[in-house]
């Protein structure tokens, strides 16, 4: 199923916290990645990843190109033209696509690629000061802030370096503010891309994470809002509760939904699944 952006109006998705939030987590994140990769042999460059039919370095691969794609969103939006080009982006199709002809490539040369790629984009985020953050930029929902740019590309690499590193019996670092990143993200991302398409019922959703402590809500109606919360105000409605890597997991349909998740929580998550086809 092809995503249908919105690029006029008001932006499909808007989120609580400081401006420059994802300036961090997303280099720690990526630098870290890097690493890992730079540790394996060719044989775990070939073996499986959790993404279905693609190896390790498939994954990577795929990486290379999402990554030279955000750079180029971000200095697009920075120069006051953001980029519509995701018009027929189909998120099955066209990375599968993207990655056929790099399986050519020896895990060196591609691991050199995945670095300089790494690199040149953070180097763009690592030179953004407060006003630039609130720049609309392109990305499968539409136009968003750049910070919400970073945050998507935060959470989408965050769970391939799970998919590359558990088939290989690899531990990842849990850090507490990706955590929280990428199950806010992972939590509005599905309803976003649903109110696109009109398949999205309005409403008020909770989250209630453990480990680390995570509590906001998703309000859901022409546009997809994320805000912290107390615990003292999470009574009604009800809360999607587990702990917040679990979450983020299930959010991102690597794993199942909590047999304690609401009705509502599973109905929301149907527009991700539908997006990617799964």
């Not at 953001?82 to 998120?91: A, G, W």
């Not at 995945?114 to 953070?122: D, Q």
């Amino acid at each position: 199923m092809k995503v249908t952006p919105r690029y006029d109006g008001s932006a499909i998705l808007t989120m609580d916290g400081p401006v420059d939030d994802q300036r961090e987590p997303i280099a720690r994140q990526r630098r870290r990645f890097a690493a890992l990769l730079a540790s394996l042999d060719d044989d775990q460059w070939r073996a499986p990843s959790r993404c279905a039919g693609w190896s390790v370095h498939d994954v990577v691969a795929h990486l290379v190109g999402v990554n030279a794609f955000w750079r180029a969103s971000i200095v697009a939006g920075l120069a006051g033209t953001p980029t519509r080009i995701l018009v027929d982006f189909d998120p099955v199709a066209t990375p599968r696509l993207m990655v056929e002809p790099m399986r050519v490539l020896a895990p060196h040369d591609l691991l050199v690629q995945f670095v300089e790629v790494n690199e040149s984009l953070l180097e763009v985020i690592e030179g953004l000061d407060g006003d630039d953050w609130t720049v609309l930029a392109e990305s499968p929902p539409g136009h968003l802030p750049i910070r919400l740019i970073a945050q998507h590309a935060l959470w989408d690499a965050w769970i391939h370096e799970r998919d590359v590193a558990f088939p290989l019996g690899i531990e990842t670092a849990v850090v507490a503010d990706e955590v929280r990143s990428c199950l806010r993200y992972a939590a509005a991302l599905g309803p976003g891309l649903a109110v696109s398409t009109g398949a999205v019922t309005p409403g008020t959703y909770v989250v209630d994470a453990r480990d680390p402590e995570c509590r906001f809500t998703v309000e859901v109606g022409t546009s997809v809002a994320v805000h912290a919360v107390p615990a003292s105000e999470l009574s009604e409605p009800p809360a999607l509760c587990g702990d917040a890597v679990d979450l983020v997991e299930a959010l991102s349909l690597r794993a199942p939904l909590p047999d304690s998740a609401p009705p509502e929580w599973r109905t929301l998550l149907e527009g991700l699944a539908t997006v990617f086809a799964t």
